[in-house]
Nanobody, 121 residues
């Protein structure tokens, strides 16, 4: 089992930045693809970004490309999401997820509880 705990959310003005962290316990993240998703009120959960287990490959939703950066530190068992130039439409609960092996958007096995990000205009 992998337990995931997100942190770093909060309230920020439009144009600001936040860095989310996802700390894993129970098992090393080596070998796991990691992803970030978000869910805004009244909307379905959507893919934000993912990173391969090695960290060499990253993938982004078009809506965040060029503004968000996903990274991982396998030695610290932690995945990050650096969010710059935030917009009000980025407001959502952000979740991290883990899947053993390769994936971009689908079939994640483990999920965190989420962290709220609110961007004011």
């Amino acid at each position: 089992q992998v337990q995931l705990v997100e942190s770093g959310g909060g309230l920020v003005q439009a144009g600001g930045s936040l860095r989310l962290s996802c700390a894993a316990s129970g098992r090393t993240l080596s070998g796991y693809a990691m992803g970030w998703f978000r869910q805004a009120p009244g909307k379905e959960r959507e893919f934000v970004a993912s990173i391969s287990w090695s960290g060499y490959s990253t993938y982004y939703a078009d809506s965040v490309k060029g503004r968000f950066t996903i990274a991982r530190d396998n030695a610290k068992n932690t995945v990050y999401l650096q969010m710059n130039s935030l917009k009000p439409e980025d407001t959502a609960v952000y979740y991290c997820a883990a899947k053993l092996g390769f994936t971009i958007k689908y079939e994640y096995d483990y999920w965190g509880q989420g962290t709220q990000v609110t961007v004011s205009s």
